[in-house]
């Protein structure tokens, strides 16, 4: 078990500096100067120049790689452009608002989704079943910003019991802030939900169709009994790879969520990052959100290993 | 075992996050509303120095309610003292005196005193410096403290404009003790003092006990940055801004008027929006080509399907409020028929294809579908290409690497530009560089207005550009919400004089 | 009772009249080609006709409600829904199905390359795979149409490069099921090289498989097009997107709603449509796949 | 003697359609029902239907009584304190019959909680007990270890562990030892016939197996499509079979094709050698820092094939026989030693060459499902091999030739036009063997090639492997775990164990006197129908007399 994450973690690491220099290489691409944006539309050419300077953009390539790579082990993230603040202190404001984004959505579609797609497995093939994944499919192929414009509708313009967007700060308003992400959430987590409860019902019944069900219930186990204890149990396997690979698309989602609620999360940084050419934000925000997908990746599969002892042995 | 308390814990999760989500919805009120004010702007200053940076959003948050300079700008565009009580013009009109006002402190407690105003106007106009708007203090060769209370200002030639210069944002005097710290801890003489920046989201001041003028009504304000036109309407709509000066979906501003819970403001900038041509780009060369353009765009539907309504015409490179402006709205009135006629005439019949590079505002955006629109029915296919502010600066104003493009030039009194070489518009005329120079130098104010109207006629008639409408400040906030400034003779939301009313 | 248990599943069989006897039966099939159709129709017939032109705007004649002149009214520059929602159809289809027809191209040829050649091949395409999917995929079509500028073409592309590790993982997990089987064997003692055999067994019994994955992507991208356009990086105006239409109509939702309304309910037709075509085919074409593939 | 579970006019259908008809059994005390059938004859339905465990869409009318209660009746909840409890179930497949990821202790302890209503601590103890009368004492430490950890035979001790645990009075075992290797299955086999008898349970035998249910048990039914044909004590029953189905049954359970018309010439200079090769996998390391082992699948084995032998190869599964056929098939280079066929080493020479041992070696596999491709005709399929001659070959000619092969197998040639799921289990293949034929080989590999067939059919394919041999002279490498058929088909036997050759000889001569212990144990595992009737015979008599 040991040995399998030790070396889980050595692919881990090559896929990250992979990853990084995929990063630098194409915001090297990106065009724009992130010192004429600093400093608009009069800019004298020699505070210009000086600027440059100041911001280390005049080092070879290579040099710049290796500097931002060992000041990430350090974390230095280096000196926002437009800010003129620590890239380390941007990302750690904003990542109280992705992280708990993200976490949210990723609970709440899994407290949905599991109960539903396990209630619709015990009673497949009737109505309720096919009405309950009718919605699912629906749910699936609703985009979460449409979702979001219409929740925002409802809550925030006609019923005002929501703000529309925002966050006020966990230090500010515990309140407020959990406040400001609810309807976020709620349109982060609905599709989410809907391809879980799926693969969550599918997997169930696939597991219900193993020998080892016939087993249990030839122990005398009920229906119910062996849901639950063999079930269950055995179909979360799958439903994890789908998590994982859900989180990923989570944390992509909250570019648009972001954008569209205002709220200061990390998609909204690299997005703003983008636009003022604040490419050393970028590259970053980029860097840590990749890494933390390879990580969650990481995760599931010392998971699986965790749930399903087959995997324990093989690397 | 398992089983049942896995089933069991996932029940009481679901229950337990409904309950949260009940007592959530349930406990949403607004903050309190009589002495704060949230007021949405549409961009994030990129720190919050007004001396280093041209960003209109630094003034937007920290002039007059942080920063203050000796001299200020009004509501209505006029030059008021400020940190200057008053102020005396030598016989020569090369020395300026100035008269300090008593009792003022920095934020952090430091005494205000004649020395601070040498500090920051020598700081400003120093070789090293980063101010954006160096030019303002080109005239000034020495500031000499007199006392504590009292500074001269000496000149090197006799200006007029000296008390609105110094009126600038870029202007404004900062302590020699947290000058290199303004950027993220802004630290100055004003109504309201720095508490707190929210990246990407807010920045909060709160009213300055120590303050030496009146002091403000409000406590607390917060500067919410909302870039996006539809979150900025749902902020404004659903009551979570309270004002948004410079609100940027006109689409909605009838529902916003229609609403008694909302006061709209509809108010002047110095911004002419212009569909900017590249004069040395292939067919543009043609002075019939870009006559034929300026005919071919509907400039009132342009107004009214981008801006809803919101925007007055022009026919110049100049704002229509001012007294020199000369009306040539007429000289390319709405005909595609007249236009393809010039284009035949310029040997371009069957049209040609070009790009529209379009920056993001809003106007620029929303025209440029509606001018795309107008152009393909005279034969001229533009291949729309959005870029982001930074791909503007250097694609289009420095590199001039574009055929049409649609800006608004925000900057007050700027025809002089038609008279750069090099400027991205790639126009060159001695005719109008003449005028521009003849202006210069002339100080009768009949004699300056008549140049400033011929200086308008002549771009006009080369159609340098095709000129379509002076972009309208609109604002809009919570009726009960008094102060705040209708127009914009400078960015800024001065909130030393906005209260709320009790109903 | 006992309804847990399995019902036996029936004979796989390929010949073309049962499985199509049987698609007519199969109501995802059913309801999601015809979905999917109906969206194809649209898209190919906006391009030889709408009943209005989508670039030429009339501002007078704006935000009209629904009538006989205009089926479905008219948006904020006087520009006929109907049109727009066709000519966003167009996008949608072309756009989904050249970038998932990228990702088969290139991925599957990579899939049943690592199949072929296990070792340090397969290694190495296994690893890009991984580093492809590490990069959240609308971020990265968010930074890759950012640099490269906002248009159809490179949201194409930014889409299509998130498809090539679906299919070569699909492509190698099913050659790799294949590889142990018998006829494959038997091809081999009959002295066919490994192309040889990929195209002619390999290939074809994976195609069902292709086939659903397919379907699916092909959902996604449209979605990930309007995810996109909705953000003002894909589609650009005059050509119209369904992301698009309804980032405008979003201020507009209190006095004119419709405009949210229409091209998401179009989103979720055609993504909805795609998706059951995606599950009726899985369930035809091979009633034991979905194991194999969850 | 009563019977303590009946079955009386029990009838199955499963979406309308009729599995099981008007059947009748008793299950007694400490005795054993064997219910023998060939696939879809229903026998499975007849067990999961004692269990009450009838898949969805199943309707069952006629009785099953146990101590009084008539079970097709029972509600779901009343079979749930039966089931388990009173009457249990032994499955087929250990490995799939195990929930993979628990833990066996876990497996064995939950029926025991469930039933019991005891405490975690006592259930465990009392697995222990349990694991211990199956045979699985603590030594082996398996309460904490999972199903994929455990050998085959481990497994099914597990499964009769969780089946006995509660001490029921009705055992169904379910083709218990058909997934295991004979050796395996013979301890199984004595282990279920102890239990039975220790613990006075009635079971039920199900197999396909006419051997084992002889040896076993102490009545039988016979069954097909969904009909028991005939029953009765096992002695009596096989001694005056009268239904004709019974008769061909166990006429093909103890077939033997006609033996070999010319001797062959084994000084002739041999159609295959195969000299001291060896093929070897890497296993992956424990870690970096532990040396890479190696597991050797086939070590240093040699032997050779004369023109029209036909050659056996028996071992246990895991014996390094079938990589040992893919080494000589060409498939994958020997690790060590070499391989000479026609003369030359196959993996040594020129393209053409190649081509020609290709010609001169086809294969005939186990699966009669997994060899074809499901996508192409029989035409298609058969002509494959072919390509190796396909300069040389016209459409015409080609097509003439699969036509001539499909009737040398026994099909028509109007079947080539068809697809394999088209055939049955028998008939595809028939078509694998005239795949093979098609290019005119002189010598076959057929690895397990009946092993996955009814024994019906097995007789008709072993008689078609025989014909071949004599109308063709084709040379056969005969490889199988089952000794029978090796013994029926082949003139000379090789038995491999972990990877070598313990024993080669003249095939009569091996079975009827094994040197090697492991040959001696493997022939005696295997059940045999003759003498166990003999043995079942002896015991009737005394028990009437």
């Known amino acids: 078990m040991l040995w399998f994450a030790f070396l889980r973690l050595i692919g881990l690491l090559t896929t990250l500096l992979a990853a990084s220099l995929v990063i630098f290489v194409v915001l090297e691409v990106l065009p724009g100067d992130p010192a004429e944006v600093m400093l608009g539309l009069n800019a004298q050419p020699d505070t210009l120049a000086a600027l440059r300077a100041e911001l280390g953009l005049n080092a070879p390539v290579t040099t710049r790689y290796v500097s931002w790579i060992l000041g990430m082990f350090q974390g230095d993230f280096g000196i926002s452009y437009t800010y003129s603040v620590p890239v380390s202190e941007l990302i750690s404001e904003r990542i109280q608002v992705s992280l708990p984004l993200a976490a949210g959505s990723l609970i709440l579609s899994t407290l949905i989704a599991i109960p539903v797609g396990v209630y619709s497995a015990r009673h497949h093939g009737k109505i309720i079943d096919t009405g309950i994944m009718s919605v699912a499919q629906i749910g699936i192929a609703v985009p979460n910003f449409w979702i979001a414009i219409l929740l925002v509708y409802v809550f925030a313009i006609v019923l005002r ?56 219930r030839a122990k005398g186990l009920s229906n119910k009994a062996t849901l639950w204890r063999h079930g269950v149990r055995n179909a979360l396997i799958p439903v994890l790879t789908i998590l994982g690979l859900q989180f990923s698309f989570l944390i992509a989602g909250t570019v648009i969520i972001e954008n569209l609620f205002y709220l200061p999360g990390l998609g909204r940084l690299i997005f703003q990052g983008i636009t003022q050419r604040d490419l050393i934000v970028v590259r970053s925000s980029v860097m840590l959100l990749v890494a933390l997908t390879i990580f969650v990746t990481f995760l599931v599969d010392i998971a699986y290993a965790a749930i399903d002892p087959r995997l324990r042995r093989r690397a | 075992m398992h089983a049942k308390s896995l089933k069991s814990r996932l029940l009481g999760f679901a229950g337990g996050a409904a309950l949260a989500v009940a007592a959530l919805t349930g406990a949403h009120t607004s903050a309190d509303a009589k002495s704060s004010l949230s007021l949405g702007m549409a961009l994030e200053p990129p720190h919050l120095d007004a001396t280093a940076g ?23 565009g006029s030059v008021l003292p400020s940190l200057a009580k008053s102020w005396d013009v030598s016989d020569d009109g090369l020395t300026y005196r100035f008269h300090l006002q008593n009792g003022v402190v920095f934020h952090d407690g430091t005494p205000f005193s004649a020395d601070d105003v040498k500090f920051s106007l020598d700081r400003a106009r120093a070789d090293d410096s980063v101010n954006a708007q160096k030019p303002l203090f080109d005239g000034i060769s020495e500031v000499v403290v007199v006392d504590p209370q009292t500074v001269d200002i000496k000149l090197t030639s006799p200006s007029g404009n000296l008390a609105y210069n110094l009126a600038w944002g870029d202007a404004v005097i900062v302590s020699p003790k947290t000058a290199e ?15 707190r920046w929210m990246k990407g989201q807010e920045i909060r001041i709160s009213r300055f006990d120590g303050y030496w003028g009146e002091q403000p009504q409000l406590d607390t304000a917060s500067f919410r940055f909302i870039s996006d036109p539809n979150a900025a309407f749902a902020a404004m709509i659903s009551g979570d801004l309270d004002a948004f000066p410079v609100y940027s979906a006109p689409e909605t501003i009838v529902q916003f008027e229609a609403d008694p819970r909302f006061e709209v403001a509809i108010g002047t900038t110095e911004g002419e929006t212009i569909l900017a041509m590249n004069n040395t780009r292939g067919p543009l060369k043609n002075k019939l080509v870009r006559q034929a353009i300026s005919h071919a765009i509907n400039k009132q539907a342009l107004i009214d399907g981008a801006m809803f309504g919101l925007g007055t015409p022009i026919g110049t490179h100049f704002a229509p409020h001012h007294p020199a402006y000369n009306d040539l709205t007429g000289l390319y009135p709405y005909d595609p028929a007249k236009a393809k006629e010039l284009l035949a005439q310029a040997g371009y019949a069957e049209g040609f294809s070009a ?34 502010w930074a791909q503007w600066l250097s694609e289009v104003f420095k590199e001039t690497n574009y055929d049409f493009t649609i800006v608004s030039h925000v900057e007050p009194m700027d025809i002089g530009i038609y008279a750069r070489d090099k400027y991205y518009f790639n126009y060159s005329s001695d005719q109008f560089k003449t005028l521009i120079d003849e202006l210069n130098v002339t100080v009768d104010e009949d004699k300056r207005t008549e140049l400033l109207k011929q200086a308008q006629q002549s771009i006009s008639e080369d159609a340098v550009n095709v000129y379509l409408f002076q972009l309208a400040k609109t604002g809009v906030w919570n009726a009960n919400v008094k102060g705040l400034w209708h127009n914009a003779p400078t960015p800024a939301n001065d909130l030393s004089q906005v209260y709320w009313t009790d109903n | 009772m006992n309804q847990e248990l399995p019902s036996y599943p029936p004979p796989a069989k390929y ?5 199509w006897r049987k698609a007519l039966r199969s109501r995802s099939f059913v309801i999601g080609a015809v979905l999917a159709l109906f969206v194809l129709i649209a898209g190919v017939t906006s391009i030889f006709w709408t009943p209005y032109a989508i670039d030429v705007l009339d501002v007078s004649q704006r935000l009209q409600p629904m009538s006989s002149q205009y089926l479905f009214g008219t948006d904020q520059y006087g520009r006929d829904i109907l049109s727009m929602l066709m000519a966003g159809a167009r996008t949608s289809i072309i756009v989904a199905l050249i970038a998932v027809g990228i990702g088969m191209l290139i991925g599957v040829p990579l899939g049943l390359l690592a199949a072929a050649q296990r070792g340090l091949l397969e290694e190495m395409v296994m690893r890009t795979n991984d580093l492809i999917f590490a990069f959240p995929s609308l971020l990265s079509a968010v930074l890759i149409t950012s640099i490269f500028g906002p248009g159809t073409i490179n949201a194409v592309i930014a889409i299509g490069i998130f498809n090539i590790p679906v299919f070569a993982r699909v492509a190698r997990g099913g050659a790799l099921a294949l590889s142990g089987r018998e006829f494959l064997l038997a091809a081999r003692l009959s002295g066919k090289s490994t192309f040889l055999i990929t195209v002619e067994h390999v290939i074809p019994n994976i195609a069902n498989l292709l086939i659903v994955q397919a379907s699916i992507q092909l959902s996604l991208a449209i979605l990930a097009e309007a995810g996109l356009s909705y953000l003002g990086l894909g589609t650009q105006p005059p050509m119209a997107s369904w992301g698009r239409m309804l980032y405008e109509a979003q201020t507009m939702v209190a006095f004119a709603p419709q405009l949210a309304l229409y091209p998401g309910f179009a989103i979720i037709f055609s993504v909805l449509g795609f998706n059951l075509l995606g599950d009726g085919l899985r369930d035809l074409l091979d009633p034991k796949m979905r194991r194999r593939v969850a | 003697m009563s019977a303590i579970f009946s079955a009386r006019d029990l009838c199955v259908s499963i979406n309308g359609k009729q599995i099981l008809r008007d059947v009748d059994f008793d299950l007694e005390r400490g005795k054993i029902l064997g219910l023998v059938g060939e696939s879809g004859s229903g026998k499975s339905m007849s067990a999961l239907s004692a269990m009450q465990l009838l898949p969805e869409g199943a309707s069952q009318s006629g009785e099953l009584s146990f101590e009084g209660k008539n079970l097709t009746r029972a509600s779901d909840p009343e079979m749930t304190h039966i089931r388990g409890k009173d009457i249990s179930m032994v499955f087929q497949e250990p490995m799939t019959a195990l929930n993979p990821i628990r833990t066996i202790g876990d497996q064995v302890a939950e029926g025991l909680r469930w039933h019991l209503r005891i405490s975690r601590k006592e259930a465990w103890e009392q697995t222990i007990d349990v694991l211990e009368r199956v045979g699985l004492g603590p030594e082996y430490g398996l309460m904490d270890r999972f199903p994929h950890q455990l050998s085959g035979g481990q497994r099914q001790r597990v499964v009769i562990a969780i089946a006995i645990a509660c001490q029921p009075k009705v055992l169904i075992a379910d083709e218990p030892t058909t997934a295991l290797d004979v050796t395996v299955q013979a301890q199984i086999l004595t282990l279920l016939k102890d239990i039975v008898k220790k613990e006075q349970m009635a079971m039920l035998l199900i197999s396909h197996d006419l051997a084992v249910v002889a040896e076993m048990a102490d009545t039988v039914a016979i069954m097909k499509d969904g009909v028991i044909v005939e029953d009765g004590p096992t002695g009596e029953l096989f001694d005056n079979l009268s239904h004709p189905y019974s008769q061909k049954l166990f006429e093909a359970s103890n077939h033997v094709p006609v033996p070999r018309q010319e001797p062959v010439d084994e000084r002739a200079q041999p159609l295959l050698k195969v000299s001291n090769v060896l093929r070897q996998y890497p296993l992956s390391r424990a870690s970096i820092f532990t040396r890479r082992q190696w597991h050797r699948a086939v070590q240093h084995v040699s032997f050779s094939v004369a023109p029209r032998q036909s050659l056996g190869l028996v071992g246990e599964s895991g014996c390094g026989k079938s990589t040992l056929a893919r080494t000589i098939l060409g498939l994958t280079p020997p690790d060590g030693g070499s391989i000479q066929f026609l003369g030359k080493d196959p993996f040594a020479v020129s393209r053409n060459d190649r081509r020609d041992l290709q010609l001169g070696m086809q294969a005939v596999f186990q699966d009669p499902y997994g060899s074809f491709d499901p996508r192409h005709t029989v035409e298609r399929t058969v002509s494959e091999p072919l390509h190796l001659m396909r300069s040389d070959l016209s459409r015409e000619q080609r097509r003439k030739r699969v036509h001539e092969v499909l009737e ?11 697809y394999p799921h088209e055939f049955s289990g028998g008939q595809r293949q028939r078509i694998a063997i005239a795949r093979a034929l098609v290019t005119n080989p002189s010598l076959i590999v057929a690895d397990e090639p009946v092993s996955a067939l009814d024994v019906s059919i097995r007789a008709q394919i072993l008689d078609l492997f025989a014909d071949l041999r004599d109308r063709l002279g084709m040379a056969y490498l005969f490889i199988s775990h089952d000794l029978s058929v090796v013994q029926a088909i082949t003139d000379r036997v090789i038995v491999m164990n972990a990877g070598r050759i313990v024993e080669e000889g003249p095939t009569g001569e091996v079975f009827s006197n094994p040197k090697h212990p492991y040959t001696r144990m493997l022939v005696s595992a295997v059940p045999d129908l003759n003498e166990a009737l003999r043995k079942r015979r002896k015991k009737e008599n005394k028990d009437t007399q």
């Open chain 2, 54 to 76: 041209a960003a209109a959003a630094i003034d937007g948050v920290v002039y007059q309610n942080i920063f203050q300079g000796l001299t200020r700008i009004g509501p209505d």
């Open chain 1, 161 to 216: 019991i929501l703000p529309s967007g925002g966050f006020p700060g966990w230090d500010v308003s515990v309140l407020g802030s959990l406040q400001a992400l609810l309807l976020p959430v709620v349109a982060l987590a609905l599709p989410q939900a809907s391809i879980l409860a799926r693969v969550m019902r599918s997997a169930l019944l696939d597991v219900l169709h193993e020998d080892y069900i016939r087993t249990a």
């Open chain 2, 181 to 195: 710290t303004n950027k993220t801890k802004p630290v100055g003489t004003g109504p309201f003092k720095f508490d």
């Open chain 2, 355 to 388: 790009t529209l590079k379009l920056p993001p505002p809003t106007y620029a955006r929303r025209g440029g579908e509606l001018i795309a629109s107008d152009l393909k029915k005279v034969g001229i296919d533009l291949k729309i290409v959005p870029v982001e």
């Open chain 3, 15 to 19: 010949d073309a009249i049962s499985i």
């Open chain 4, 408 to 418: 040398s197998v026994g099909l028509a040639s109007a079947d080539a036009n068809k």
